[in-house]
């Protein structure tokens, strides 16, 4: 079942498009943002709501990079690994990463704490290598500052 | 010289909200615009010479002409800023939209003025959290200013605008896929005809315009159409945001004339090559613009000059590409990313990104062979202009093509030596 608050926030959304479909992707959001992810149980509700085949709604979210079908983590690290960044050593940021947390990109730690994946460019390619931690930008990386980040995020 | 884009933008970055931005002289230009005939704001774009700044260059004036004008035209229509930038190698947009919200939308109410819009949508990518929250505020001050709502300055004209922030594909940001994100759908791309002009947004005439393009509309009407052409070195009207990424001695973005020579832009602006490192080649803009290299120094970087020489101005942001980074695993990572970003819509791209991708991941690793330079100049001109349904699989071709002309030797030495040179 859908939240009072979380179907406040879709109505709110419903009224930006001419027809509530439209609105399936920010629906999807305000759901992820409540519970983290979309459960098929979620989806169900959703689709209800916006008056659309569960199946419909399912190609949608599929499609997006950061619309999560399945549980993630309570912080969500997105590691940029296109050019700029590969040049600048990506790869030794995504090994101390993997090594820290003993997990590799699509796994969450085993204390729930990440989620590691991949993201293409964070648009801050003169700041090369970069990650974004939640809403959270992380510039200039070096294997050696990755520990101290992630004592920010409990 | 003048920095008419970036002029004001604090070196920290921190946004200039609603106060600043009009004792720099913001908002002037949209009192002048509601004074004046949406046709004649057309006119002056289009004598300005501004060509679109999101990577393909088509001028603004001509592409806002085919909007269908008057009484007899269908409403709603649709103003939308492309603020997806997800091609990598592209940050230029962010600094516009993070420093200088304001001066995006008055260039969207200006520009949304000029083709009637009713509702005008900012499209920016999911990951740009500090973009989206710094214009949303923006936003809200540009409402209570009277900038936006009904009856702009007391004017007969009323425009709505909204934020949509994406979540996340590349394909968000091509044209019609990003018209498809917008009414909730899977980003994959509609045929054209009908062009977005006509038949867009919810099936209404809708213009869709790169962030630094639309940011270029209150200069243009403030200081006129002259004024706008000669800021430039070649003609092509305006300043440019150019950038540089890689390994050079100082990243960054610096708006110049447009037409200024990569060598002013790489040399005096960012420093030249990193100590010890030589520069090999660079992609004029972005990760879908053909390799050029040094004997391209002196090309004025616009749309007419690199086009000249075999490569795109694209997003203006070059990428560097210094002499101790492997040229196959530099392609091999910008193939991957363009398999992974197929939408899938149409087989050449969906079944041949991958198979490019996956040929240069084996040369990379020591077990490719001779006929894999044939397949990857088979799928160079399958995957070419022509043969799929929108531009990212072309896009996709030309840093590969251009790879295999100059860096043609180190595929072929990963290939005799069974491993990359460039690892020990
Ligand atoms: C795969 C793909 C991705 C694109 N991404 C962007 C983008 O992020 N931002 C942008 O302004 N244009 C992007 N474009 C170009 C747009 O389709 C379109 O040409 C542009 O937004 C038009 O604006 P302009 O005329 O002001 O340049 C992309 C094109 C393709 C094929
Ligand atoms: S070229 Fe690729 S991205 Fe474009 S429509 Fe075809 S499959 Fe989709
Ligand atoms: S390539 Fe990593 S931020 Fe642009």
């Given at each position: 079942m859908l939240s009072e608050e979380e179907r406040k926030e879709i109505e709110e959304e419903f009224k930006l498009?001419?027809?509530?479909?439209?609105?399936?992707?920010?629906?999807?959001?305000?759901?992820?943002k409540h519970r983290g992810w979309l459960s098929d149980e979620s989806m169900q509700d959703l689709a209800r709501m916006l008056e659309i085949s569960v199946e419909d709604l399912d190609g949608v979210a599929t499609f997006y990079n950061l619309l999560y079908r399945s549980p993630v983590g309570r912080h969500i690290i997105l590691v940029c690994n296109s050019i700029s960044c590969y040049i600048l050593g990506y790869n030794e940021i995504y090994q101390a990463l993997s090594n820290v947390l003993g997990i590799r990109f699509g796994e969450t730690s085993p204390d729930g704490r990440f989620t590691l994946l991949p993201v293409p460019c964070l648009g801050t390619c003169d700041h090369a290598p970069a990650m974004m931690i939640d809403k959270d930008l992380h510039r200039d990386l070096t294997p050696e500052t990755i520990g101290k980040i992630l004592e920010a995020y409990k | 010289m003048e920095t008419p884009l970036t002029q004001h933008i604090r070196q920290d970055g921190a946004p200039l909200y609603l106060k600043e931005y009009e004792q720099t002289g913001g908002y002037e230009a949209l009192r002048k615009a509601v004074t004046m005939q949406p046709k004649e704001i057309m006119d002056l774009v289009k004598d300005s010479g501004l060509r679109g700044r999101g990577g393909a260059g088509f001028p603004t004036g001509m592409k806002w002409s085919f909007v269908p004008m008057g009484d007899k035209a269908p409403h709603p229509k649709y103003l939308v800023a492309n603020g997806d930038e997800m091609e990598p190698g592209t940050f230029k947009d962010r600094l516009l939209i993070e420093g200088k919200p304001h001066q995006l939308i008055e260039g969207m109410i200006i520009s949304a003025y000029a083709i009637e819009a009713d509702v005008a949508y900012i499209f920016i990518r999911g990951e740009y959290t500090e973009g989206s929250a710094i214009v949303q505020k923006a936003l809200s001050e540009a409402y209570e200013a009277g900038y936006l709502g009904k009856n702009i300055l007391g004017s007969p004209y009323s425009l709505e605008m909204h934020i949509h922030t994406s979540v996340g594909r590349y394909m968000c940001g091509e044209e019609t896929g990003l018209l498809n994100a917008l009414e909730g759908k899977r980003a994959t791309p509609r045929a054209k005809p009908p062009f977005p002009q006509s038949s867009g947004l919810f099936g209404k005439p809708t213009i869709v315009n790169?962030?630094?393009?639309?940011?270029?509309?209150?200069?243009i009407i403030n200081n006129g159409a002259e004024w706008f052409k000669k800021l430039s070195l070649t003609g092509e009207g305006g300043t440019k945001i150019y950038g540089a990424?890689?390994?050079?001695?100082r990243p960054g973005l610096w708006e110049l004339p447009l037409g200024t020579t990569v060598r002013?832009?790489?040399?005096?602006?960012?420093?030249g090559m990193r100590d010890g490192l030589?520069?090999?080649?660079?992609?004029?803009?972005?990760?879908?613009?053909?390799?050029l290299t040094e004997e391209h120094l002196d090309v004025?970087?616009?749309f007419t000059a690199v086009g000249k020489v075999g490569s795109r101005m694209g997003t203006g942001t070059i990428i560097?590409?210094?002499?101790?980074?492997?040229?196959?695993?530099?392609?091999?990572?910008?193939?991957?990313f363009f398999a992974q970003e197929s939408c899938g819509w149409c087989t050449p791209c969906r079944e041949g990104l991958p198979?490019?991708?996956?040929?240069?991941?084996?040369?990379?690793?020591?077990?490719?062979?001779?006929?894999?330079l044939d397949i990857l100049d088979f799928h160079t001109k399958y995957l070419g202009p022509g043969n799929t349904f929108c531009a990212l699989a072309p896009g996709a071709m030309e840093p590969l093509q251009s790879a295999l002309k100059y860096y043609r030797d180190d595929f072929i030495k990963h290939i005799t030596e069974k491993r990359c040179p460039w690892r020990s």
């Open positions: 498009y001419p027809h509530k479909q439209a609105a399936a992707i920010e629906a999807m959001k305000v759901v992820q | 790169n962030i630094e393009t639309l940011s270029c509309i209150p200069h990424s890689g390994k050079v001695k002013e832009i790489l040399i005096d602006r960012a420093g030589k520069l090999r080649g660079f992609l004029p803009g972005g990760a879908s613009t053909d390799f004025n970087m616009d560097v590409m210094d002499d101790k980074t492997c040229p196959v695993g530099f392609v091999h990572n910008l193939e991957y198979w490019v991708e996956k040929t240069l991941r084996s040369i990379e690793e020591g077990t490719g062979q001779m006929e894999d």
